[in-house]
């Protein structure tokens, strides 16, 4: 029978837990074209293959110190979301505001053009005293349409 000593098992285990304690896994950088990604395998083969040790085991936080964290990025997602939705918000106003504007001057353009039509009815059925006066309404409703409606 083997006989061990209280000492000789303390050494044993303490150099058990080192060794376990300071284990370390790897983890597989792969570069495709620039798209970088990690993974436990190794890379494809035309990717650009880096090696990194990492630890195995990931350092104990405390319940409270957990909760903490979940407290603060929960708070961080909430005013990102707050954030989001009011730039949301605000980009609507303004594509709203565009198109009433855009709405308006099409109306406005609209408008013009429609003056342009009788002026030139006008201009058609106008008698030779009355046709040189019909010409240049006829021209200033063009030029009036040509301002509105940016042509």
């Not at 495709?32 to 990717?47: D, E, F, H, L």
């Not at 997602?77 to 709203?96: C, F, G, P, V, W």
Request: net charge positive.
């Amino acid at each position: 029978m083997i006989h061990s000593s209280p000492k000789k098992m303390l050494l044993m285990s303490l150099t058990m837990l080192t060794l376990v304690s300071t284990s370390q896994a790897q983890t597989f950088k792969c570069d495709v074209n620039g798209s970088v990604s990690y993974s436990q395998t190794p890379c494809i083969t035309n990717a650009k293959q880096s090696v990194m040790d990492t630890p195995a085991t990931i350092p104990p936080y405390s319940e409270k110190t957990a909760k903490e964290i979940a407290a603060k990025e929960k708070n961080d997602a909430n005013q990102l979301a707050q954030s989001r939705h009011k730039a949301e918000e605000k980009n609507d106003r303004e594509m709203k505001a565009i198109a009433a504007s855009n709405a308006k001057k099409k109306q406005q353009c609209d408008a013009q053009q429609l003056k342009i039509k009788w002026a030139k009815e006008d201009l058609a059925n106008a008698k030779p005293k009355a046709e040189s006066q019909a010409r240049q309404k006829v021209k200033r409703a063009t030029e009036k349409a040509a301002l509105v409606c940016g042509k």
